[in-house]
């Protein structure tokens, strides 16, 4: 890091960190100021753009409309958007112009920069090397039957691999999950990392840091990364200064720095949550680090989360992916992965006797693997989505699912729809009390269209579901960090983990089953809204691009 920190702000910060999270809070953080400063340039753009189209003359309006037209059909041609999308954009770009083409650069395009995009395709294309798959486990994919159609995308269009050494188990509840990571992390002897959007002080952090702090002390290296975006509300500003400065073998990167200015980049965060113990243990599921994950804060009632704890081979999908995204975005620590893991030789050798060990102890486990995955906002295409597609489009019995947002692309509308009418039996559970209020209102305003085809919406009566997975006919099985929404498919940083073990598997469908039990179902009943109520839901529904 360039910067340095001195004694009096170590201080400092370690008295926020450990006894006084509210002291001064408001001078600490930097979201009001940021957050005023941006809203006052998006309203003086706003008045700009349009006050420009109001204004324009003949020529002006002549070159504006060929522009709009060209965008247009740039739009109508693009094969990889969703045709509800599409037509959003194409009625705000034909109404407002240079209001509709600005807000579609910005959001439509579900890109960053192209300088980000350059820095992380070289750090994925320097560390790919290291995603190692076996033929012999390729083979035994093939022969998985219908689930292996994910897994040759995910391994040829995302160069994910498949594994089917070691161990993959489920959890209900952020607790169970966390209490777990911290058991792990106690029997750490090289490395730990972890990757989160939301980083809180509170009893959730004091356990885990003093945990990192200690293995730091023992010579392991700890690796961190949360998103600057989801952590302002929580941490100072240089956080990730002071956690270097408590120990060498400690390093830490907040995630694309929030500045006061309305900027492209600032849309893309990274959402991604895993934790990864020497390359030999993973987890990830939708829990950050704050006290609300794990009950120790009240927020929404009852907090609900799941996560997944992966062993062997794919353990090091994690660890690559968290590196890909270090390296791109902490050039001046950049971690060089044969100082870390070996060379790839080594690393191939060590997964053939992981392998070779889980056949001799698994002689009978047919069908199973597992394969983690990421998706970024940097290409044309949304892995989470195709994996979410495949899996309800080759549902033949039932389709579960948990998320806290319901803000569906047309694709994935049509598949649930059809999935429904074919017979199948799909249920999505959803939070009955809101984080965000305009959020929850578009989240009910997809539950019409859903029911009308036979899709049972159930709401999670003790408070805020925030578990993300998937789970389909006892075969197969996603848990991460990828919500069912335009956000967490198109804008954000995303991971998860793709799985057929039969144990995990039924264990994210008994989970499901008991979340139906305490939930209320939705009906025509019970979701009517006045005409106005349709209206507001309509415009929401209109703006669910850039909400």
Known sequence: MAKVMTEKRIRELDHYA??????????????????????LQIIAWLVLLFVLE???????????????????????????????????????????????????????????????????????????KYHLQSL????????????????????????????????????????????????????????????????????????????????????VRVYIIYDDFGSILHLPHDYELYLEALNPNIKCMAFNHVIPVFAMRQNNRDHRKLFVIDNNVAFTGGLNIADEYIGELIRFGDWKDTG????????????????????????????????LLGSVEDCK??????????????ANRQGYFVQPFDDSPLDRKSDGEFVYLDIINRASKYVYIFTPYLILPDSLRVALCSAAMRGVDVRIVTPSIPDKKIVFRMTRANYDAL?????????????????????????????????????????HFENAVYFTDKNAVQAVRKDCEETFEVSSIRTAENTKRTWFGHLVDAVLRFMDTVV
């Open 451 to 491: 029911m009308q085809h036979g899709i049972k919406i159930y709401e999670y009566t003790p408070g805020f579901i925030h578990g993300k997975s998937i789970v389909a006919d006892d075969e197969c099985a996603v848990v991460g960090s990828i919500n069912f929404d335009y956000r967490s498919l198109y804008l």
């Open 54 to 128: 109001r204004k324009a003359g003949f020529v002006a309006r002549v070159v504006m409309y060929s522009f709009a037209a060209i965008f247009v059909l740039y739009l109508l041609n693009r094969p990889d958007s969703d045709s509800s999308a599409k037509a959003k954009w194409i009625i705000m770009i034909l109404v407002v112009p240079i209001i509709g083409m600005s807000l579609f650069l910005l959001y439509g395009e579900g890109r960053p920069t192209i300088y980000m995009n350059l820095k992380y395709e070289a750090s994925k294309k320097e560390n790919a």
């Open 349 to 362: 050798q060590v997964l053939l006797e992981k392998q070779s060990l889980s056949d001799q102890n698994h």
């Open 136 to 219: 012999e486990t390729e083979k035994q994919v093939e022969e998985s039957g219908r689930a292996a159609a994910v897994s040759k995308y995910l391994l040829n269009e995302a160069n994910y691999p498949a594994f089917t050494d070691g161990e993959i188990e489920y959890y209900g509840t952020g607790k169970q999950l966390f209490e777990a990571m911290l058991e792990e992390a106690e029997k750490a002897e090289k490395f730990i990392l972890m990757e989160y959007f939301i980083l809180a002080g509170g009893k959730m952090w004091d356990r885990l840091r003093e945990v990192l702090l200690k293995k730091a002390q023992a010579g």
């Open 18 to 39: 450990q006894k006084g999270r509210k002291y001064k809070k408001f001078v600490y953080n930097r979201f009001f100021t940021c957050g005023i400063l941006a809203f």
């Open 308 to 339: 997944v704890k992966v062993t062997g081979g794919a353990a090091q999908t994690f660890t690559v992916m968290f590196f890909d995204l270090w390296n791109a975005f902490n050039p001046e620590e950049k971690v060089n992965l044969s100082e």
